[in-house]
C-alpha cells in the first residue's frame, strides 16, 4: 500500500482527479461521509485529507509516502523530503506588492510584512537589502494600509484581493505551483510503486486531455 496525502480542498480534488486519471482511482472517496481515509487495495492506494499545510509534516515523517504541496511551503519550510514532479496546478505567484504612491527609497531599511519570512529574507538578503521583517499569519494586504509595512510579501493568484486593497504588484519574487513531494525512506522501499505514481501523473501533466475535477465530499 502506498499512502496518499492530499491537500484539502480545490487543490486535493484537482490531485485526486489526475491520480484517477493516471490509473489510480478509488471509489471509496466519493461516498459522501465524514471519513478521511480512503484505500482501493486493487490499485494498492490509500489516500487520507489533512490540512494543506500539514501534508509536507506527514510525508518528512513517512506517515505518508507521497503527498501534494505548494512549492511556497516547501521554500518556506524546506522539508527533508524528495520533490519528485511539478504537477502544473495550483500556480499562483509569490510576489512583492505595495500601494501605488509608494516610493521605495533604497537607502532606507524597508518593512515588509509577510506569513512567508523565510522567501522574503531569502529574496532581500540575496540583493543586500535590510528589511524590517514582520511576520504575520493572514490577512497581510492590511498591513501596508494601516501603516505597518511598507510592503508585503504574499500569494498573488488572481490579483483581486490585491486590487480591492487598492495596491499592486511590485515585483515577482518565484513562481508558485503544486508539487508531488515524498518520503526519504519511501522512496527507497516503495520505489518502483511510488515511480508508478510519479511517471502515471507525469503523462497526465504533459498530455493534453483536459482532466475534469472530481468534486469531492471532505
Ligand atoms: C491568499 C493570499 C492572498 C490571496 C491571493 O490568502 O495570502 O491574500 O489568497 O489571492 P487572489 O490573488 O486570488 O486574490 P488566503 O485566502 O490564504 O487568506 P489569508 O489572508 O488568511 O492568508
Known amino acids: 500500500m502506498i499512502n496518499i496525502a492530499l491537500p484539502k480542498g480545490r487543490l486535493g480534488e484537482k490531485t485526486y482527479s489526475m491520480m484517477a486519471a493516471a490509473g489510480f482511482e478509488c471509489p471509496a472517496i466519493l461516498e459522501k461521509n465524514r471519513k ?4 482501493n487495495k486493487e490499485k494498492g492506494v490509500r489516500y487520507f485529507w489533512v490540512k494543506p499545510s500539514d501534508v509536507s509534516i506527514y510525508v518528512e515523517r513517512g506517515a505518508a509516502d507521497i503527498g501534494v504541496c505548494g512549492k511556497d511551503i516547501l521554500l518556506e519550510y524546506e522539508p527533508d523530503v524528495y520533490e519528485l514532479l511539478d504537477l502544473g496546478i495550483g500556480k499562483c505567484r509569490m510576489c512583492v506588492a505595495g500601494p501605488a504612491e509608494f516610493f521605495d527609497e533604497e537607502e532606507k531599511t524597508l518593512k515588509v510584512a509577510t506569513k512567508f519570512p523565510k ?8 540583493m543586500g537589502r535590510d528589511i524590517d521583517l514582520i ?5 497581510i494586504e492590511i498591513a501596508p494600509l494601516l501603516g505597518l509595512s511598507d510592503v508585503i510579501v504574499d500569494i498573488v493568484e488572481t490579483g483581486s484581493t490585491l486590487k480591492e486593497n487598492n495596491l499592486s504588484v511590485m515585483s515577482e519574487v518565484v513562481p508558485i505551483s503544486a508539487r508531488l513531494i ?4 519511501s522512496y527507497q522501499f516503495k520505489y518502483d510503486k511510488i515511480m508508478a505514481v510519479r511517471d502515471g501523473l507525469k503523462g497526465v501533466v504533459s498530455g493534453d486531455k ?5 468534486r469531492l465530499e471532505h
Open 36 to 39: 478521511l481515509t480512503f484505500e
Open 119 to 126: 522567501i522574503a529574507s531569502d529574496y532581500y538578503g540575496g
Open 135 to 139: 511576520h504575520l499569519n493572514g490577512s
Open 182 to 185: 515524498c518520503n526519504k525512506v
Open 210 to 214: 483536459a482532466i475534469e475535477t472530481i
